[in-house]
């Protein structure tokens, strides 16, 4: 068991309708790759290919060497976590959990060992005669998760398994689901629209727009590097200002009319009057008195002023009004040395240009006013 | 009264459960009457009109009919009624509307004009006066109440189960036999208690199709009308209605002990 398992070019229409284009994924045997986007972006298309409920136009699957493409669901012997759970509802738990290995005609012995096994292992081992209807929803996606690793897959989908779950109980079964699935080495594939989900419990992410894959890596690399407008207001908040690059002074600048912003790139770059985006996270941002700002050689110095101060324990959060009509939000370490400002303050916004990141184009939705996207 | 209830609307409920129940109870109370004729209210209590009614070779013989074709009218319906709903919500061909209005055809046909044709059409197949085709005919009846209910119960059927069953190993029968079969068989339960009533209280068609030995309970009843007025009848009617009574029971019980269903 290795579960390496590689997508090639997959594509699958409906009518005129593209749900997946080129899909193309190398996952290694015990990663955990989260396919993350909206709704209708195709990551749960992609999702039931892998499983063989949907039979892609084109491209190849292949399971440790093995292509599947082909193959009916029931002979690729991949685990699967629905998002209701689907737990049949006329058996008991350890029904439900027996029914894969029941399935492989493993001896009845065996069966049973590795049924109380599978419930130990999501500490539902006093719940086996109980029927799916008498379970709370975290206890049903638990039996759901046994049932989905008992006969030891080498890969399991999950697809939104934990939607229909609040927060608290979310989080406590993102962290049980990570571990369970380290601690068998089983590869998963994991289908969600909730970012930071997403962020907390992948090796990479492969962030799904339109039915194609936008930008695939670990989270650092999303949240820091994002490719387009897109990644960066899908995962993670974050401000945006859309504009012209203009060849500038010494450098190239971004020019919307306002105050340009110096891009921190070398002049060869970029395209002279290409439509770019620049990207800066709100805790890239640092927020001084006015004149007090360091004159780093490599900063954006913008002025304005505060609109908003929100105290949210550990950081606080600014939305700053700047000069030339742009908005921003700003995270600040409650420890950090500047102390409260209070709303109406005069400032200065100012960035290293190396937190600046540059993508092509816009956010969608047309142009930007520079404000904090989500 | 509870508060809030209107007296209008409580004389409208009343009159109403009157009209809907009071013809039933008038004849279960005729049958333990002492009296010779069919007389309401009754004078004096006896049950001298059951035992009437069971000591009889006609009675007791419509009696076994009646259960024999109800319960192969059931099954026959059963059977064939839970194929054709699969056929109709799973199947992926044209036509499937026209099938599905045929099949309820005989729900919608007035019962004389489906006894006249299937009187000729038995004729031909020297089916009329026999047990087959009193079931045959009673099997028509149920169909569509079969292919309704299953159907619905197919339809609320969670597709994604069949999907995990798939997902995690089980090939399409033993999907079929561990997964959608039982989830099934609550409605195929109820679609044949259905049939088995509609059989049951059949006269029209069974009027047509049955010979002097293979008349149901509501054939011979309907002769009895004709010629004899004394309580007996009253006993056959109630008997009548209490398996109908007993059978909406389970029906209940099924339901209720079923949540899936």
Known sequence: MNGALSLTAVSKRYGDVVAVEGVSIDVAGGEFLTLLGPSGSGKTTTLQIVAGFVRPDRGTVVLDGRDLTGVPPHRRNIGMVFQNYALFPHMTVADNVAFPLESRRMPRAEVRRRVGEALETVRLGGLAARMPRQLSGGQQQRVALARAVVFRPPLLLMDEPLGALDKKLRERLQLEIMEISRGLGVTVIYVTHDQEEALFMSHRIAV??????????????????????????????????????????????????????????????????????????????????????????????????????????????????????????????????????????????????????????????????????R | MRPGAH??????????????????????????????????????????????????????????????????????????????????????????????????????????????????????????????????????????????????????????????????????????????????????????????????????????LSSPVTRTLPVVMWGATQDTTDPTLAAVATFLSLVTTLIFVVFLFIRRRDPTF
């Open chain 1, 208 to 373: 799904y727009h339109g039915g194609r894959i936008e930008q695939l890596g670990t989270p650092d690399e999303l949240y820091e590097r994002p490719v387009s407008a897109f990644v960066a207001g899908f995962v993670g908040d974050s401000n945006m200002f859309t504009g012209r690059v203009d060849d500038g002074v010494s450098e190239p600048v971004l020019i919307d009319g306002r105050w340009p912003i110096r891009l921190g790139v070398r002049r060869n770059g970029l395209q002279a009057g290409a439509r770019v985006t620049v990207v800066v996270r709100p805790e890239r941002l640092r927020v001084n008195a006015p004149g007090a700002s360091v004159g780093a050689a490599r900063a954006v110095t913008i002025p304005g002023r505060v609109r908003e101060a929100i105290y949210l324990g550990s950081v606080r959060k600014y939305v700053i009004d700047l000069e030339g009509d742009r908005r921003v939000t700003a995270r600040v370490q409650t420890s950090d040395a500047t102390g409260e400002l209070a709303a109406g303050a005069p400032v200065e916004v100012t960035w290293d240009v190396a937190h600046g990141v540059v993508v092509p184009g816009e956010p969608e939705g047309g142009e930007d006013e520079g404000g904090v996207r």
């Open chain 2, 7 to 208: 007296p209008l609307l409580v004389a409208f409920a009343a009159g109403l459960a009157g009209i809907l129940i009071g013809p039933t109870l008038i004849v279960t109370v005729m049958s333990f009457s002492a009296a010779r004729l069919l007389s309401f209210p009754p004078r004096g209590l006896s049950l001298h009109w059951y035992a009437n009614f069971l000591g009889d070779d006609t009675w007791v013989r419509a009696i076994m009919n009646s259960v024999q074709v109800g319960v192969g009218a059931a099954c026959l319906a059963t059977v064939v009624g839970s194929l054709m709903a699969f056929g109709i919500v799973r199947g992926r061909y044209p036509g499937r509307a026209a099938v599905n209005a045929l099949v309820l055809g005989p729900m919608l046909v007035p019962s004389v004009v489906l006894s006249i044709g299937l009187y000729f059409m038995f004729v031909r197949l020297k089916l009329v006066g026999s047990l087959p085709g009193l079931v045959i005919a009673h099997a028509c009846l149920g169909l569509p109440y079969v292919v309704l209910v299953v159907s619905s119960g197919l339809r609320t059927l969670d597709p994604s189960l069949e999907r995990a069953a798939s997902g995690l190993g089980a090939g399409p029968l033993r999907t079929f036999f561990r997964v959608t079969l039982p989830l099934t068989l609550p409605s195929a339960a109820a679609g044949a208690l259905f049939a088995f009533i509609t059989s049951w209280d059949d006269v029209i068609v069974a009027f047509f």
